[in-house]
């Protein structure tokens, strides 16, 4: 299931000014779960532990993921209303497996070892 902003859309908002708490503010569901973690509620009560990454997703958060948590929750939404329908999460799964055609991590381990990294390949 894909989700997100496209990369246009990235660079639009890169241009533009990208304000990561309106995303928060707008949106009852994200404003909820950084409240959520803000509050300790994962931390054994302590708010302090996770207060600097609520801080960053607000006011920095460079990899954009509030900005692309509305996406990501319709994505799941879907997710589960198909995975309601064992038939359709059968064969959706087959061909997702059936499509991924040559991938192994040996071979992406040894390209990136040559395209990227241009280290000998053992």
């Known amino acids: 299931f894909l989700f997100g902003l496209t990369t246009p859309e990235v660079q639009a908002l890169r241009r533009d000014g990208y304000a990561p708490a309106r995303y928060a503010q707008a949106d ?65 799964s087959i061909l997702n497996v059936a499509r991924l055609g040559m991938f192994s991590s040996d071979r992406s381990i040894r390209e990136y070892c040559g395209k990227i990294w241009k280290i000998p390949v053992a």
Do not use: C
Request: proline share 5%.
């Open 28 to 92: 009852p569901r994200l404003g909820a779960a950084l409240d959520m973690i803000a509050s300790g509620a994962f931390s054994g009560g302590d708010r302090e532990l996770f207060k600097p990454l609520v801080d960053n997703l607000l006011h920095q958060d460079d990899y954009m993921v509030l900005a692309d948590f509305a996406s990501y929750m319709e994505a799941q939404d879907r997710a589960v209303r198909l995975y309601g329908d064992p038939d359709a999460w059968t064969r959706m």
